[in-house]
């Protein structure tokens, strides 16, 4: 409960009309105006608007050369899966294309960089204009959820790790496997069966905790839906029907994912 209080007040960093409002001007004021925001390196700047970050353009064509880049990506995975189930023992011409899909790649991101352009946040009168602006809202929530989840998911992969018995890795040690050999072919497999279950619990407690955004006033579903789709049609019921669907179907979704993550890793039953 202690932890849900911070992660609520952490939260309420961003600002809006809760009870949260004194930290948010406190933690405004330690940021400056938009004339004198401190400078970030690559261009980028921070005040009490926002985080302003230089962004990247795709030129017309660019789009063509990311679905090359990702085709190329995804068949060298391929071509690479196939290679281990299929051994080192005969070469194939399959790794002739999967090294030159490797070198096309670097060549591929030379040429979209030529079709992009990189437009960076300039002063205007009243805030920086250009680039990408993301307001504090969105920063505050991020901070609160990332941090309150994070120390769930690190205390739950602890416990995994914890839950591999020490006599995996003296065997591992005894075939001669390095820590980290030892740590991606015995004990992650092994600790994954533990990991994954209350993970699954986690990223739904995710999805509902972004719930919390209204509490800053930053425009998530719940805002849209019970706020300005509320006001617009008077349909108080059905906009609640319609926003326990959306979560619902995040939720089914994230717990489909999983399940089937976890059924790829479990063991086999003899």
Do not use: C
Not at 74 to 82: D, S
Not at 103 to 122: D, E, G, K, N, Y
Not at 159 to 179: C, P, Y
Request: aromatic share 6%.
């Amino acid at each position: 409960m202690l932890t849900l209080r911070a992660s609520v007040s952490l939260l309420r960093l961003g600002g809006g009309n809760a009870p949260g409002d004194a930290e948010y001007v406190a933690v405004l004021r330690a940021l400056p105006m938009p004339q004198e925001a401190f400078s970030l390196p690559g261009g980028g700047f921070l005040d009490k608007r926002g985080l302003h970050l230089p962004r990247v353009a795709i030129k017309s064509g660019g789009e063509l050369l990311l679905a090359t880049m990702a085709a190329a990506l995804i068949g060298a995975v391929w071509l690479w899966r196939r290679a281990r189930r299929r051994g080192d023992a005969a070469p194939d011409p399959t790794d002739v294309v999967g090294r030159a899909l490797v070198v096309a790649i670097p060549f591929i991101v030379a040429v979209l960089w030529l079709r992009t352009s990189v437009t960076m946040p300039v002063l205007d009168r009243f805030n920086h204009e250009g680039g990408l602006s993301i307001e504090p809202e969105f920063l505050a929530q991020l901070i609160g959820l990332s941090t309150y989840t994070a120390a769930f998911i690190a205390e739950i992969v602890r416990g995994g790790l914890d839950g591999v018995a020490k006599g995996q890795r003296e065997a591992a040690a005894a075939l001669g496997l390095s820590r980290r050999q030892a740590l991606r072919l015995v004990v992650l497999p092994q600790a994954l069966r533990i990991i994954i279950p209350p993970l699954t619990n986690q990223y739904l407690n995710l999805t509902k905790n972004s719930s919390l955004a209204v509490a800053i006033g930053y425009p998530d579903l719940v805002s849209v839906f019970s706020g300005t789709v509320l006001n617009q049609t008077g349909q108080a019921v059905e906009v609640i029907l319609i926003t326990m669907a959306v979560y619902l179907a995040i939720s089914l979704a994230t717990a489909l994912a999983m399940n089937w993550f976890n059924a790829r890793t479990a063991w086999a039953e003899r």
